[in-house]
């Protein structure tokens, strides 16, 4: 990131007032496609969609050179089972049965990927058909997803491998008009019960999704809260990374605050009677969520070292002197450093925060803090 840019992305945060990025959002009548590697910079993706929070499509060009396009898939643009095979067969993977749906799921079962290739090309030959159902590789995303939204509210990327998706994208706050009348997500945004007044009240509130046909070697950037669907439309293989960083760090400390709400309202009947109550709360959250107060601000706390210490070093490994910024620069860190110290100040005065022991934390959390504020009156004329 150089000095331009993160100048932009302050003065963006700003002009939010306290709203969440994620809930600030244009309406589009397209996802935009990024053609040429070469004219596209990190400051232009950072720029028109990690701020606003928008979605868009890479085209091939820019994984052409992944190995994995070349050895998983064979010259005919199919999965390469033979590969796969003999370099990954004995893994275990989890999969899920597309067929059984279990609530707003499926059910799971683990098993050897040679087994699960096994059972695909039988599917294959079944004319896409097989009595054990459809089954679900979750690690490559193989088949149909669920309506959802990422983990976390996180930010993520999908590159096609082989094969071809159909996605359908709903901004953030869209997914609200497709509740059914008990409050529930659809399972299917594509079912024809959604027509169903009765069954979903608040419907014809919902505007039509983005619809996004993925080719083979394309990547989705999907942004943070943005519900979506997407369906295999022949044989696909796709990698796919979450992750969070300055500009959606809000939106992911809004949605564990709704977990933890939500997990709360589910036990209040039991508040007066359970000691340790919030602390159980905590528990249940974890649980549910993967994640709780506590190790979300962990989480905080290992990022916020590593940018105070990469701005301390005043260079990032990846630029060298005099010459182009490669790497996680000291601009990036500094604003990094600027948005966690606002979440962590948001965390420090939840109550059901100051509920949890930190007493054993190092540093604490307003120790951190104050160290994070002192960094950021550090860095304006960076």
């Not at 193989?142 to 999908?158: E, N």
Request: with cysteine; net charge negative; proline share 6%.
């Amino acid at each position: 990131m150089d000095r331009e840019t993160r100048v932009f992305a302050e003065s963006h945060f700003r002009g939010l007032e306290g709203r969440l990025p994620s809930r600030v959002c244009p309406k589009l009548d397209r996802v935009d496609f990024i053609e040429k590697p070469d004219s596209f910079s990190y400051a232009d993706f950072f720029k028109g969609y990690l701020l606003p929070n928008l979605p868009c499509v890479f085209s091939s060009a820019f994984t052409e050179d992944w190995g994995s396009r070349r050895l998983w898939v064979t010259p005919s643009g199919k999965p390469n089972f033979d590969y796969l095979l003999q370099n990954y067969g004995d893994v275990v993977v989890p999969v899920a049965n597309c067929g059984v749906q279990e609530y707003n799921s499926n059910p799971k079962e683990h098993m050897a990927l040679r087994d699960y290739i096994s059972y695909w090309k039988e599917y294959i030959q079944g004319n896409y058909s097989s009595s054990r159902g459809c089954l679900y590789l979750k690690d490559w995303h193989l088949c149909r997803s669920p309506f959802h939204a990422d983990i976390f509210r996180s930010f993520s990327w999908s590159v096609n491998i082989c094969g071809r998706k159909k996605w359908f994208f709903f901004p953030p706050g869209q997914e609200d008009a497709l509740r059914d009348r008990h409050g529930g997500l659809p399972y299917d945004v594509t079912s024809p019960s959604l027509l169903d007044s009765r069954l979903h009240p608040m419907r014809d509130g919902c505007s039509p999704p983005l619809e996004v046909t993925q080719e083979a070697g394309e990547m989705v950037f999907v942004p943070s809260g943005w519900h979506h669907q997407v369906h295999n439309l022949e044989d696909t293989i796709s990698i796919n990374h979450n992750w969070v960083n300055g500009c959606n760090l809000a939106n992911m400390w809004h949605f564990l605050q709704q977990e933890l709400r939500a997990v709360q309202q589910e036990v209040i009947e039991w508040r007066d009677a359970m000691p340790d109550w919030h602390h159980h709360c905590q528990v249940i959250m974890k649980s549910c969520s993967g994640i709780n107060f506590e190790e979300f601000y962990h989480f905080l706390k290992i990022i916020a070292e590593r940018r105070l210490l990469l701005l301390a070093k005043g260079m990032s490994p990846g630029q060298a002197e005099g010459g182009e910024d490669t790497g996680l620069g000291p601009q990036q860190a500094a604003f990094d450093i600027s948005r966690i110290a606002e979440v962590l100040e948001s965390v420090v005065v939840h109550p059901d925060f100051q509920r949890v022991d930190t007493s054993t934390f190092s540093p604490r959390p307003e120790v951190l803090l104050r160290q994070l504020k002192e960094a950021v009156a550090a860095t304006t004329s960076l």
